[in-house]
T-cell receptor, first 107, second 115 residues
Framework: DAKTTQPPSMDCAEGRAANLPCNHS???????VYWYRQIHSQGPQYIIH???NNETNEMASLIITEDRKSSTLILPHATLRDTAVYYC????????FGTGTRLKVLA | DAGVTQSPTHLIKTRGQQVTLRCSPK?????VSWYQQALGQGPQFIFQ???????QRGNFPDRFSGHQFPNYSSELNVNALLLGDSALYLC??????????????FGSGTQLSVL
């Protein structure tokens, strides 16, 4: 099973970019990398996913290294509402969540 | 378009009892996965149902069982409850194309407390 490693916590100033790293050195060649976030013990919310290429959507950007052993989620202009626990996830059929990164956006 | 709905939202049981949690997937989804999330931890995969069969299972004992109905809704059953079963139980649905390209949509969960 793929396993991901993330820093336990990060702070970011409101309006600045938040860069959240993830290590997934054991990921298989055909496994996607997903990012979810969870606010106030609600269900996790999908943010973005990718396989090899960098991806961007209305919420965030995902940068995946060429060797696919790590990735970075970028929230370009963090707001207070982005304060949440962010999970980097991978797997096949069963997705393995780590303990995530608790991002606090500071006013 | 309703998203993933779970019931009940909260539940209190005592040790040794049995519990059934329910999940209705997002419209158009045919696959349901269940996760257990203890306080301060990430969600842990319990099992996934597709075409009314258990397709994958995580490291959970046989006390945890499930079912998927023809309308794709699902139930999670836990027998002989232990104090350690207290957690937020999350249901996630997806389109079931399988493999690794499977975006999950989560419900808000059922908070189970075992006394």
């Amino acid at each position: 099973d793929a396993k991901t490693t993330q820093p336990p916590s990060m702070d970011c100033a409101e309006g600045r970019a938040a860069n959240l790293p993830c290590n997934h050195s054991t990921i298989s060649g055909n496994e996607y990398v997903y990012w979810y976030r969870q606010i106030h013990s609600q269900g996790p919310q999908y943010i973005i996913h990718g396989l090899k290429n960098n991806e961007t959507n209305e919420m965030a950007s995902l940068i995946i290294t060429e060797d696919r052993k790590s990735s970075t989620l970028i929230l370009p202009h963090a707001t207070l509402r982005d304060t949440a626990v962010y999970y980097c996830v991978s797997g096949t059929y069963k997705y393995i969540f780590g303990t995530g990164t608790r991002l606090k956006v500071l006013a | 378009d309703a998203g993933v709905t779970q019931s009940p939202t909260h539940l209190i049981k005592t040790r040794g009892q049995q519990v059934t949690l329910r999940c209705s997937p997002k419209s158009g989804h045919d696959t349901v996965s269940w996760y257990q999330q203890a306080l301060g931890q990430g969600p842990q995969f319990i099992f996934q149902y597709y075409e009314e069969e258990e397709r994958q299972r995580g490291n959970f004992p046989d006390r945890f069982s499930g079912h998927q109905f023809p309308n794709y809704s699902s139930e999670l059953n836990v027998n002989a409850l232990l104090l350690g079963d207290s957690a937020l139980y999350l249901c996630a649905s997806s389109t079931g194309f399988g493999g690794s390209n499977e975006k999950l949509f989560f419900g808000s969960g059922t908070q189970l407390s075992v006394l």
